[in-house]
């Protein structure tokens, strides 16, 4: 059953030096399951994310041929049906808790905030729903952390919060945008880990927004290689690292591998008709 | 797993108190400096204090007893040292235009200043906070254009200017308003001999006594005033809202705010907002420092017989103990506001805590 | 002129002037686009020009008086603003007067920044108990009321032009010394001035060879941010009588003595107090401009 069509897909933003398209032509359908995106920095991975949920900011302009979500094309979608999409059925989690989390509002305050506002519960059932989802990350001390204000947590705990936040309303689909570039190496591991059993326990979709390729074949069912705003590969994720693509496997080869050669790691080769 | 290290709630009251007391020691400090200003300025003034005091004609005895009495006579350090111990039991000097205590009669005029600039701060913040707001969410619009030229203009006003224009068209070609001064004259009667004095400020203590037609006579007056210190304020507090507002507007914690499908009106009034009251407050208590100031040349304009006209009053006559205890009055005020503002930023912005 | 665009423009410059004119041409160019900033540089051309032509433009003398011709209203063959209460000419008195609200800023311009970059560079290079103190000091001048401590300077000192610009800048030198601390700060610890110290260079020379030239951009747009509020501030001397003394036709001075006809003469009020507010609206559009294109943390994103 397919959750999400996106077709031919265009974020443009139109600057002082003329138009710059971050995202060019970008098609690609994804249901239950874990679909990662792949590229460098620039490579409109991140806009393809937030498209989807249309939170492209003026002077960015979205442009597709359709972009259904279980049946409901969100281009059409007017600013109220979209919001009530947002949080309640498809959910984003960032990269840096540091700057994605309101530093003037209590983690309590932001968890219940969509329970109370939206779907009008009571503060009390809105507070053991928030200190359930809390549990469910993995937070020792829920009651503490719900007083707390999000500069008192550290990294890992702050992006936990960002997790519970938004799987409390159990989306459909959840949108993550390098969830754990922003965390040391020693607490990335037990972030996705968390984000990979509530994922598959709820059966939700996930788009896994990455530039690390590794992480993404372990991750993910499926990957969407890009490059300049355009899909040059789309493949199986255990089949990542046998990837055809020049561009893929020029990725592929900038990785250091323990007991690989010692010389220096060759430079990407952007010569291709693929590079244009 | 890692442990939050947020302090109980016993320590946190301590560190407020803790800030407090940094804030007293830095008002302490500042106060100091500004009574040595004012002190240096006293001393270097070539108008003897003491001739004019005793007059032209004093014999060589009287001169001297004076002398005494003033302290002339002892080191610097010393009359500096008496000099601060006055001024804080709220002894500033007696005026020499009319012999009375300073203190007293600064308190006597204050009210009408301090009337007067919250009411225009209050203006300026209702209307410069909503017009700050619009324009940030739709720059480069004509709303926004409109609220940067109106609030250019306001930043290159000379207000005393803006005054007289404002008495000339308001107040002399569309009468829509009453003229100088703070009641007409038969109101002022009534308020000195038949109503109570609360607080030295007219509209409060008509509301109190119930006075409502004394009430309605100082709000024609104080409106126009009031309004253009209003406009002032809000050429500041709007340019200022702008800026914070489109700083909070860009960060990520807004996205997250719609990830979660708040409305818009709840993005931009409560989480924005939140973010940019913290630096916001500064800003109102600055305007309100600078509205107090201004009135030194706002009050002759409009005969509003505060301290800005009691300290221009006094520089005409060349009674320089009052101009300099007005001077320290307005520059407690100010001192005092910093600090306000700075402890309340405190409490507001949770980073500002720990 | 091509030449000199592509010598301006060339993306590698070969001697450090080049470079240096090169970025200015770019600044120009975004300056340019601003089209209220460009409107704030016209408005500071005219002032400066009408200031300097004074002499020949004015229609009348600014003083001689004719008191058969006063208070006549604006529009008036020969006197287009009108005359004042001695029958002066108005339009020619807001042109002379053009020239001393260009001393006033002149000279608070090279005295008040002077004092703060002095402050600010060496309450800066040195930091401990010396930026302890001065900044302290800094502080405590910040905090006092700016007008109403002029005010009472200018008491002290007499009335006048020159101890007006005194006691302004005694008021106006707190900002510049935070900013240009605040860029003392990020110069004190790069390499090249620890390439400077190694070659023996004592702090005198350090502070006015290498950090104050670094500050002073930062401090140039503060000025030009600053120089509207010190015209409204040296207007306000004028206006309670304690700035320029009569006849001089100074701005504020001739709205104090255009009051006492507001409402039956209303001209001679409000034009001298239209020249000030374009000036220091020029000036702050200017200011304004200036700081979006030269201030990259203030630029919009």
């Known amino acids: 059953m397919t959750l999400l069509d996106v077709r031919n897909l265009r974020v443009t933003f139109d600057t002082e030096t003329g138009p710059v398209e971050a995202v060019r032509g970008v098609s690609f359908s994804l249901g239950r399951e874990r679909l990662g995106i792949v590229g460098e920095s620039g490579s409109g991975k991140t806009m393809t994310g937030r498209a989807v949920l249309r939170l492209i900011r003026p002077p960015g302009r979205i442009e597709a041929d359709a972009m259904l979500f279980d049946g409901q094309d969100l281009m059409r979608a007017s600013d109220r049906e979209m919001r009530a999409l947002r949080g309640k059925r498809i959910g984003m989690v960032m990269q840096d808790p540091k700057y994605s989390l309101n530093p003037v509002m209590t983690v309590g305050d932001q968890l219940t905030e969509g329970l109370r506002r939206r779907d009008g519960l009571g503060r009390r059932d809105a507070e053991a729903k928030a200190l359930a989802a809390l549990e469910a990350v993995q937070i020792r001390d829920p009651q503490r952390v719900m007083e707390a204000f999000p500069h008192e947590l550290s990294g890992g705990m702050g992006q936990r919060v960002m997790i519970a936040m938004m799987l409390i309303p159990e989306p459909d689909l959840l949108i993550a945008d390098e969830p754990t570039s922003a965390l040391d190496v020693t607490v990335q591991a037990e972030v996705l880990s968390i984000l990979d059993r509530l994922v598959r326990e709820r059966g939700m979709g996930l788009i896994f927004i990455s530039h690390d390729l590794r992480l993404v074949a372990r991750f993910c069912d499926r990957v969407l290689v890009m490059y300049k705003g355009k899909v040059v590969e789309e493949l199986e994720a255990r089949h990542l690292l046998e990837a055809k693509h020049p561009y893929t496997r020029g990725l592929l080869d900038c990785l250091p591998r323990i007991g690989g050669p010692r010389g220096p790691l060759p430079a990407l080769d952007r010569s291709g008709a693929w590079a244009q | 797993m890692t442990d939050i290290p947020a302090p109980p709630r016993n320590t946190r009251l301590l560190q407020i108190l803790q800030q407090v007391g940094l804030g007293l020691m830095t008002l302490a400090i500042t106060l100091l400096g500004l009574l040595l200003v004012t002190f240096v300025i006293a001393r270097v003034v070539p108008i003897d204090p003491v001739l004019s005091i005793v007059g032209e004609r004093a014999t060589e005895a009287q001169i001297q007893a004076v002398r005494d009495r003033l302290g002339l006579d002892l080191p610097m350090w010393q009359q500096f040292f008496i000099y601060v111990r006055d001024a804080l039991t709220g002894d500033l000097g007696q005026s020499i235009r009319t012999g009375a205590d300073i203190s007293s009669e600064i308190a006597r005029y204050f009210p009408a200043t301090l009337e007067l600039a919250t009411l225009g701060t209050i203006f300026g913040t209702l209307v410069g906070v909503p017009a700050g707001v619009l324009a940030a969410t739709r720059p480069g619009s004509i709303a926004d254009q409109i609220v940067r030229v109106v609030g250019l203009m306001g930043y290159s006003m000379p207000v005393f200017w803006l005054g007289l224009i404002g008495l000339l068209v308001f107040y002399g070609q569309l009468d829509w308003v009453a003229g100088p001064g703070r009641l007409d004259p038969t109101y002022d009667m009534m308020m000195e001999f038949t109503l109570t004095s609360y607080t030295g400020m007219i509209l409060i203590d008509s509301a109190l006594n119930g006075a409502w037609d004394v009430f309605a006579n100082a709000v024609s007056h104080i409106i126009l005033p009031a309004g253009l210190l209003g406009y002032v304020s809000m050429a500041y507090i709007s340019r200022m809202t702008r800026s914070f507002m489109m700083n909070e507007l860009g960060q990520e914690y807004i996205t997250t705010a719609r990830v979660k499908g708040m409305p818009e009106w709840r993005v931009i009034w409560v989480h924005a907002m939140k973010n940019v009251m913290v630096p916001l407050i500064t800003v109102i208590a600055l305007s309100y420092a600078y509205l107090l100031e201004g009135s030194v040349l706002t009050e002759t304009i409009f005969a509003w017989p505060g301290l800005g006209s009691y300290i221009t009053d006094a520089l005409f006559a060349a009674d320089m103990p009052a101009v300099l205890g007005g001077t320290v009055v307005v520059g407690v005020v100010f001192v005092t506001l910093n600090m306000l503002s700075d402890m309340i930023y405190r409490l507001v912005d949770p980073r500002a805590r720990t | 002129m091509t030449t000199l665009r592509a010598w301006l423009q060339d993306p590698s410059p070969t001697s450090r002037r080049q470079a240096r004119l090169g970025q200015l041409w770019l600044?120009?160019?975004?300056?340019?686009?601003?089209?209220?900033?460009?409107?704030?540089?016209?408005?500071?051309?005219?002032?400066?020009?009408?200031?300097?032509?004074?002499?020949?433009?004015?229609?009348?003398?600014?003083?001689?008086?004719?008191?058969?011709?006063?208070?006549?209203?604006?529009?008036?063959?020969?006197?287009?603003?009108?005359?004042?209460?001695?029958?002066?000419?108005?339009?020619?008195?807001?042109?002379?007067?053009?020239?001393?609200?260009?001393?006033?800023?002149?000279?608070?311009?090279?005295?008040?920044?002077?004092?703060?970059?002095?402050?600010?560079?060496?309450?800066?290079?040195?930091?401990?108990?010396?930026?302890?103190?001065?900044?302290?000091?800094?502080?405590?001048?910040?905090?006092?009321?700016?007008?109403?401590?002029?005010?009472?300077?200018?008491?002290?000192?007499?009335?006048?032009?020159?101890?007006?610009?005194?006691?302004?800048?005694?008021?106006?030198?707190?900002?510049?010394?935070?900013?240009?601390?605040?860029?003392?700060?990020?110069?004190?610890?790069?390499?090249?001035?620890?390439?400077?110290?190694?070659?023996?260079?004592?702090?005198?020379?350090?502070?006015?060879?290498?950090?104050?030239?670094?500050?002073?951009?930062?401090?140039?747009?503060?000025?030009?941010?600053?120089?509207?509020?010190?015209?409204?501030?040296?207007?306000?001397?004028?206006?309670?009588?304690?700035?320029?003394?009569?006849?001089?036709?100074?701005?504020?001075?001739?709205?104090?003595?255009?009051?006492?006809?507001?409402?039956?003469?209303?001209?001679?009020?409000?034009?001298?107090?239209?020249?000030?507010?374009?000036?220091?609206?020029?000036?702050?559009?200017?200011?304004?401009?200036?700081?979006?294109?030269?201030?990259?943390?203030?630029?919009?994103?």
């Open chain 3, 27 to 301: 600044a120009w160019l975004r300056i340019r686009r601003n089209r209220l900033a460009m409107a704030g540089l016209v408005i500071v051309g005219i002032l400066l020009l009408v200031a300097a032509l004074a002499p020949w433009i004015a229609p009348h003398d600014p003083f001689v008086q004719d008191l058969g011709n006063r208070l006549k209203p604006p529009g008036t063959p020969g006197q287009w603003l009108g005359t004042d209460d001695f029958g002066r000419d108005i339009l020619s008195r807001i042109m002379y007067g053009a020239r001393i609200t260009l001393y006033i800023i002149a000279l608070v311009a090279v005295t008040a920044p002077v004092l703060g970059l002095l402050v600010g560079t060496i309450s800066g290079y040195f930091g401990g108990w010396v930026d302890a103190v001065l900044m302290r000091l800094t502080d405590i001048f910040l905090a006092f009321p700016r007008l109403i401590l002029a005010l009472a300077l200018v008491a002290v000192l007499g009335p006048g032009i020159e101890n007006a610009v005194l006691a302004i800048a005694l008021t106006a030198w707190p900002p510049y010394a935070r900013v240009a601390r605040a860029e003392t700060l990020t110069i004190r610890s790069s390499d090249y001035i620890a390439a400077v110290r190694l070659q023996g260079a004592g702090a005198p020379r350090i502070i006015l060879g290498h950090v104050v030239p670094m500050c002073l951009p930062s401090v140039i747009i503060r000025v030009t941010l600053d120089m509207a509020g010190v015209i409204l501030i040296a207007a306000g001397l004028g206006f309670l009588g304690l700035g320029v003394q009569p006849p001089q036709p100074e701005w504020g001075l001739m709205i104090s003595s255009g009051r006492k006809f507001l409402f039956e003469q209303w001209w001679v009020a409000t034009m001298p107090g239209l020249a000030i507010f374009i000036v220091s609206l020029g000036f702050n559009l200017l200011g304004d401009g200036l700081r979006d294109v030269l201030d990259p943390k203030s630029a919009p994103k």
